[in-house]
């Protein structure tokens, strides 16, 4: 089956650091993808990982670990704006969709 | 300017009644998704379309009806089979490389509320 898992809220103060975790379990592990979404918007892409290690982009840097089943999401310099639902998910090819998400977790980010 | 566009923002229904949601895309994307989300609860697959007139059923397809006769428009019907059609409903558009999803781009979103 497929399960993933990311904690539901988290805060953090503006010009902080913060990691969201994201643990998975699928049998055709083929990539990882970080979404953001705004309450009420759409999600929009923030990073993809397929082989381990950090991918950097700016403020947001994306890590995998496949021997792990595990992935974070770094956000640095945080800002008020970063208040948002991050959205972790899989491309499994063992499985029935082409995407699997998590719940998302719920940043707030506090002055 | 492309991008994925979903009308109407939102949708007010009465119950029993059936409701179609607009996805258009100009991206000249293949496949085509429809999703679901919950208060609390990630992204649900409904539906979705690798190819034009083809399309597969998702983790939770049952009450809803799709069509893909175009490769721009990937419509969504909810149906008064649905038990629970109010839902923030998006639509999503990606390229495929054989059998692997690309990246998915976001339309933004309808919210359907069953009176």
């Known amino acids: 089956g497929q399960n993933i898992d990311q904690p539901t809220e988290m805060t953090a103060t503006e010009g902080a650091i913060v990691q969201i975790n994201c643990t998975y379990q699928t049998s055709g592990f083929n990539g990882l993808f970080w979404y953001q979404q705004h309450a009420g918007e759409a999600p929009t892409f923030l990073s993809y990982?397929?082989?381990?290690g950090l991918e950097e982009k700016g403020r947001f840097s994306s890590f995998l670990s496949r021997s792990k089943g595990y992935s974070y999401l770094l956000l640095k310099e945080l800002q008020m704006k970063d208040s948002a639902s991050y959205l972790c998910?899989?491309?499994?090819?063992?499985?029935?969709?082409?995407?699997?998400f998590g719940k998302g977790t719920r940043l707030s980010v506090i002055a | 300017d492309g991008g994925i566009t979903q009308s109407p923002k939102y949708l007010f229904r009465k119950e029993g009644q059936n409701v179609t949601l607009s996805c258009e895309q100009n991206l000249n994307h293949d496949a085509m998704y429809w999703y679901r989300q919950d208060p609390g609860q990630g992204l649900r697959l409904i539906y979705y379309?690798?190819?034009?007139?083809?399309?597969q059923k998702g983790d939770i397809a049952e009450g809803y009806s799709v069509s893909r006769e175009k490769k721009e428009s990937f419509p969504l019907t909810v149906t008064s089979a649905q038990k629970n059609p109010t839902a923030f409903y998006l639509c999503?558009?990606?390229?495929?490389?054989?059998?692997?999803?690309?990246?998915?781009?976001f339309g933004p979103g309808t919210r359907l509320t069953v009176l």
């Open positions: 990982n397929v082989l381990d």
């Open positions: 379309s690798q190819i034009v007139n083809d399309f």
């Open positions: 999503a558009s990606s390229t495929y490389e054989g059998v692997r999803t690309d990246t998915q781009y």
């Open positions: 998910a899989v491309r499994d090819l063992a499985g029935n969709t082409p995407l699997v």
